[in-house]
């Protein structure tokens, strides 16, 4: 039997692909809203965190995320046999205990606390992935996974990185796992560190770290509920991922 050829002249949007695409558009706007709640509270700016910390902390958060990347990737697909799924409002609250006994500690129990976060977060991703039917032990899925952890981040408005993160398509081929991770960590390191410094707010402490926690644990939610919708939506309506994403920049300027 042939197989039909896609009409590339037909509605990129039918009815239900624009509900869709108009559900994914608010979750994205949603994602960041809290972040800039956490902001508000330790009474700072995204951009001006980082100068809070020690500069040999500064100088080695690129080794310590990737280390945290290599170290939660290695747990989360170990502990997918043992520990099911969660829902996203249980990984929430058990990041949001988590930070708050790291930022109870100051810096030194905060950056304990950054690889058992980073895993929880990941795992979390692949919670996502699954619900929209993909397997997160195959390798391609691993890495759109860790392409996640390439958005902006909670505590920063950054369309143009989080739009950028939507269709790296093109850094995926070829990559492999940990070839991600190294693409990943940079980018990582700056909202990490940005998580660090607001969780040892001085008096604040252990509100900070769970109001944070609280934060990225939803964003990143959010986030791969959107990565991972568009690309099931794409393969739904016959649509490439580029495509999809030049509809779903559309959708956000409506959402």
Known sequence: MDTPEIDHAAPLVTADADRRLTSLARRHKRAGGVGLQVLNVIGSQAENLLE???????????????????NALSMAQRSRG??????SWLNTALTTAMGAAGGAGGLPTALAEVPVTTTVLLRAIQGVAAENGYDPSDPEIQKECLSVFASAGPLEADDGVDMAFLSARVALTGATVHGMIARVAPRLATVMGQKLAAQTVPVLGAAAGAATNYAYTSYYQEMAAVHFGLRRLAEDTGRSRAEMTEAFRLALEKA
């Open 52 to 70: 809070r910390l020690p500069d040999r902390i500064k100088d080695r958060l690129e080794s310590i995320t990737e280390r945290a990347l290599e």
């Open 82 to 87: 043992v520990v099911p799924d969660q829902r």
